[in-house]
């Protein structure tokens, strides 16, 4: 995934230095720059907008994401979810626990991102 960042500065310190990926590798053109940060590992979610809606109405209480939304597994969301919005985040929602035992909050970050945080809580309860 490519991110074109209008402020590459902030979002390098809050994406980097904040939500905490480790930079693997820089380079400079002679009109711009590229750091390419580790995200773990990654897969692709292909959700119709019914299912789409439903993800929205679990995490958020309405439909708010557009076509594109990213989703980081993190230790605690609870934790991470502050950390960021203390980093100018702005939470969308505050973690919930998902029909999926998961708990999730929802961020508009920097470079016009919609992020989902999320920590998985084990099987879920029958």
């Known amino acids: 995934m490519v991110v074109t960042a209008a402020d590459y500065e902030q979002a390098l310190h809050f994406y980097r230095d904040v939500l905490g ?58 934790a991470t979810t502050a950390k960021l919005a203390a980093a100018g985040a702005e939470v969308i929602a505050d973690p919930v626990r998902t029909p999926w ?5 929802r961020l508009e970050a920097p470079a016009a991102l919609q992020l989902t945080l999320f920590t998985e809580l084990g099987t879920p309860p029958e």
């Open 21 to 78: 990926l480790p930079e693997r590798a820089a380079f400079a053109s002679p009109d711009g720059r590229v750091t390419i940060l580790e995200a773990g590992r990654a897969t692709l979610e292909i959700a119709d907008p019914g299912h789409a809606d439903f993800i929205d109405e679990v995490e958020v209480g309405r439909r708010v994401a557009g076509p594109i939304r990213v989703a980081f597994q993190v230790d605690d969301s609870t």
């Open 101 to 105: 035992n998961s708990l999730n909050s």
